[in-house]
């Protein structure tokens, strides 16, 4: 009997998936099929908690970043009134008898780009004669003056406030022969009206008056709606009767964008809404200037009894505030300790920072006012005694400080500030939501053939053709 050769049995090719039933095959793509699963669930709750529940943060928070571009552009507007204020004053840098300075005049610093909003100043009616030093000539000066509700003496507030801030006033020196004239000049040389004044000693008040009337008049209001000081703001601040020497700066530059913080930044583009848009125009571009300077005033004595006694008077473009002279306050920090420290300090005037702003409703005669809120106003002090509560109560008083610098920074409350947008984090769950959606989209891409392959493994598995057997030649007869 010929002896049976035993078969060999060769190693088995290695295939994917190599699964005999489709129980096997689920087994193996179970954890495929949860991170689909999952990534629908959790892509899902994503955007329901963005919509449910961050949906009105989402609304607040585009909102306020929408209304801020829109009103910057009029905070900006105003603020070019506080420059103009500073630049557009009377120009009238001459001589008259009976003057002891100069009028106060100081070249205008550049103008910067307002968002293509031209700063304009208001017209200016010159008083143009032969020698401005002459009695005719401070004669018309003094019609004009009280035409435009200005005072005679540099500095001081205004004569009539109905009448003042509509022009500025000025004078100049002409060649021999020439009438003694008011002249009317607008945003250049050229002239565009002009009053001659034949008896400077007999001058026509009313016909003066309904010439700067025509002047005001013939500027649009919209141009140069501001309300004129009687003097420059830097020439104007005065502190206990001591004028201020102060001068325009800059407080804050160019960068300072309204952009919103991340992640809306990257996605700004993105979203339709005209206040998400980083295209969006006056968008806080401009920089915020400021008046600072300082005098060297007497700070009055103070005496607990007498309170009111020590105070000192800022006067800025005409509006005057009381301030405190001197401060008192604890020593130390509250301490819960039994037995600590009664302490008091007691400090004088040192610094001032205040804002004012232009109130346009009121009219000239209350054009400039003092900001009302509490953080616009910030007093510096510096310690000068420290004591028992009951030494200063039992008469302690203090003498009167004399040169004491006092620094003082002017701002304007509608100068453009730095605009922080409140943190909000729906983006992340928008940008969630779409990483799911992508990890979705590449899982379900290829569990379809995923499948195909389970399921031609099975059928070859269990000695069964091909699924495309029927198409195949060498099946054919099955």
């Avoid at 008083?127 to 200005?150: K, M, P, Q, S, V």
């Avoid at 302490?343 to 004088?348: A, G, K, L």
């Avoid at 409140?422 to 379900?444: C, E, H, K, R, T």
Wanted: charged fraction near 15%.
């Amino acid at each position: 009997m010929d002896k049976v050769q035993p078969q060999k049995h060769g190693r088995r090719k290695y295939r994917p998936l190599d699964v005999r039933t489709w129980f096997e095959g689920f087994l193996q793509l179970i954890g495929w099929i949860l991170v689909i699963i999952l990534s629908v669930v959790t892509g899902a709750l994503f955007i329901l908690y963005e919509i449910k529940v961050l949906n009105r943060h989402d609304v607040d928070f585009r909102d306020m970043h929408f209304d801020q571009r829109i009103t910057n552009n009029i905070n900006n507007r105003y603020h070019k009134n506080f420059l103009l204020a500073e630049q557009c004053a009377n120009p009238d840098p001459v001589y008259f008898p009976g003057q002891t300075a100069r009028f106060p005049f100081e070249p205008p610093v550049a103008y910067p780009p307002w968002s293509n909003i031209a700063p304009r100043c208001k017209p200016v009616v010159m008083i143009e004669c032969t020698d401005i030093r002459t009695a005719a000539c401070n004669a018309t000066r003094e019609a004009l003056y009280d035409a435009a509700g200005l005072a005679l003496a540099p500095g001081t507030p205004y004569v009539n406030c109905l009448r003042a801030g509509r022009v500025r006033v000025g004078a100049m020196s002409v060649p021999a022969g020439r009438p003694i004239s008011l002249v009317a000049y607008l945003y250049d040389n050229n002239p565009y009206a002009t009053l001659v004044i034949n008896s400077p000693f007999d001058i026509n008040v009313t016909g003066v008056r309904q010439f700067v009337d025509q002047v005001a008049e013939a500027v649009s209001s919209s141009t140069v709606n501001y309300v004129q000081p009687s003097t420059q703001l830097s020439r104007g601040i005065s502190l206990a009767g001591v004028r201020v020497v102060a001068s325009l700066q800059l407080l804050a530059g160019y960068t300072r964008n309204l952009r919103a913080v991340p992640p809306w930044i990257a996605v700004s583009n993105l979203w339709p809404w005209p206040g998400m848009n980083a295209r969006c125009q006056n968008t806080g571009t401009e920089p915020a200037y400021r008046i600072t300077g300082s005098a060297s005033i007497t700070i009055p004595g103070f005496s607990l009894a007498r309170p009111n006694e020590a105070v000192v008077a800022l006067t800025v473009a005409g509006s005057s505030l009381l301030l405190a002279a001197w401060s008192i306050g604890p020593a130390a920090a509250p301490s819960q300790e039994l037995g600590g420290s009664t302490d008091i300090t007691v400090s004088y005037l040192t610094g001032i920072r205040v804002a004012i702003g232009q109130v346009p409703l009121l009219g000239p005669c209350g054009g400039w006012q003092f900001s009302s809120d509490p953080a616009d106003l910030n007093l510096t002090y510096t310690p000068h005694w420290t004591g028992s509560l009951a030494a200063l109560q039992a008469g302690t008083s203090f003498r009167p400080i004399v040169d004491q610098v006092v620094t003082v920074d002017v701002r304007d409350v509608a100068a453009p500030r730095t605009f922080a947008l409140p943190s909000y984090g729906g983006m992340y769950y928008i940008f969630g939501a779409f990483v799911m959606a992508f990890i979705w989209l590449v899982s379900n891409s290829l569990i379809l053939f995923i499948i195909i392959l389970v399921w031609w493994n099975v059928r070859s598995n269990k000695g069964l053709p091909p699924v495309t057997y029927r198409y195949m030649k060498k099946y054919r007869g099955w």
